[in-house]
């Protein structure tokens, strides 16, 4: 499985990528592993500002949904329109064309509490 060195990763799977006040957001190649085809993504929290570990979207796949959660706080500036007609990006790319959110962070002192790399593969056993 491929876990990129320069990311940072949440117990709920998704991995970070910050520059500057601007995260992007997605869900790891072991969440995507672990839900199967992944048929459907749904965020309508464009432009608004939530709270870390407040939900943001849901991911539908093939045998379950589930709730997407903030892994810090912020506002959503850029929602991944691709994901509506191609959600299987998220399968395909995790960490590229798969991305789910950005959000302006409001908070970056929260970066701190994320996982690196090493902490997130023995988090999933790998």
């Not at 957001?25 to 500002?49: H, K, N, P, R, Y």
């Not at 990006?89 to 994320?114: A, H, R």
């Amino acid at each position: 499985m491929n876990f990129p060195e320069n990311l940072k990763y949440t117990k709920d799977h998704e991995w970070i990528s910050v520059e500057g006040d601007i995260a992007t957001v997605g869900v790891t190649e072991f969440a995507q592993g672990e839900l199967g085809d992944i048929v459907f993504v749904e965020i309508e929290t464009e432009g608004e500002s939530l709270d870390k570990d407040e939900v943001f979207g849901t991911i539908e796949a093939v045998k379950t949904v589930s709730d997407l959660f903030m892994p810090l706080s912020g506002e959503i500036i850029e929602i991944n329109s691709g994901l509506e007609d191609a959600p299987e990006s998220v399968n395909e790319s995790p960490y590229e064309n798969g991305w789910m959110i950005k959000i302006k962070l409001s908070n970056t002192s929260e970066v701190d509490d994320l996982m690196d790399v090493s902490a997130y593969k023995d988090l999933i056993g790998q």
